[in-house]
């Protein structure tokens, strides 16, 4: 049973401060890794995605992969209350070419004015 | 942008009714999704398309059906539905190994 796995939560963090949502997987075929954010009642909606070992930066927004641990991260800088919601992983199914993803369980963000 | 539309933000139907959940994306992919999301459970994988009247089983079919007569088109059929069928339903789409983009979701009550 190939797994994503998040720490739920809640992470709490002051405004300000750098969040860091971690998530490992099982299927060391993945070459395609995913970070969406969920406000409550809300889809998901992605705001990062990797493909290569190393860093990837969009604005505020840093994805880090390393393959050889299976390990995927979102780091958050000069975090705002607006970035309170839930993070969700997901991991490409290597052995399906269909754009089938694995979704982690979400960490829930909570940053405190 | 990509847009996904979901026919329904919020549906309640009766037990036993046959409910249809309709989803149109305006992009050309050839994949489409349909998950339910509940509370505690994250998203769960009902069914899946990777093109025209293509579909695949996800993580728990049972008592669901789909149909994709046309490419921009998914739709997912309670068959005769059931109350542990309330639930948020979300459907999503995706090119190729691209990332998938969701619906806004419908929120649906089975009273």
């Known amino acids: 049973q190939k797994e994503v796995e998040q720490n739920s939560g809640p992470l709490s963090v002051p405004e300000g401060a750098i969040a860091s949502l971690n998530c490992t997987y099982s299927?060391?075929?993945?070459?395609?890794f995913f970070w969406y954010r969920q406000y409550s009642g809300k889809s998901p909606e992605l705001i990062m995605f990797?493909?290569?070992?190393g860093d990837k930066e969009d604005g505020r927004f840093t994805a880090q992969l390393n393959k050889a641990s299976q390990y995927v991260s979102l780091l958050i800088r000069d975090s705002q209350p607006s970035d309170s919601a839930t993070y969700l992983c997901?991991?490409?199914?290597?052995?399906?070419?269909?754009?089938?993803?694995?979704f982690g369980q979400g960490t829930t963000l909570q940053v405190k004015p | 942008d990509v847009k996904v539309t979901q026919s329904s933000r919020y549906l309640v139907k009766r037990t036993g009714e046959k409910v249809f959940l309709e989803c149109v994306q305006d992009?050309?992919?050839?994949?489409m999704f349909w998950y339910r999301q509940d509370p505690g459970l994250g998203l769960r994988l009902i069914y899946f398309?990777?093109?025209?009247?293509?579909?695949e089983k996800g993580d728990i079919p049972e008592g669901y059906s789909v149909s994709r007569e046309k490419k921009e088109r998914f739709s997912l059929i309670l068959e005769s539905a059931s109350t542990n069928q309330t639930s948020m339903y979300l459907c999503?789409?995706?090119?190729?190994?691209?990332?998938?983009?969701f619906g806004d979701g419908t929120r649906l009550s089975i009273l």
């Open positions: 990797i493909y290569s070992n």
């Open positions: 999503a789409s995706s090119l190729s190994v691209q990332p998938q983009h």
């Open positions: 398309s990777y093109d025209v009247k293509m579909k």
């Open positions: 997901a991991v490409n199914e290597r052995s399906s070419n269909t754009g089938k993803l694995i």
């Open positions: 299927d060391r075929g993945s070459q395609s």
């Open positions: 992009m050309d992919h050839e994949n």
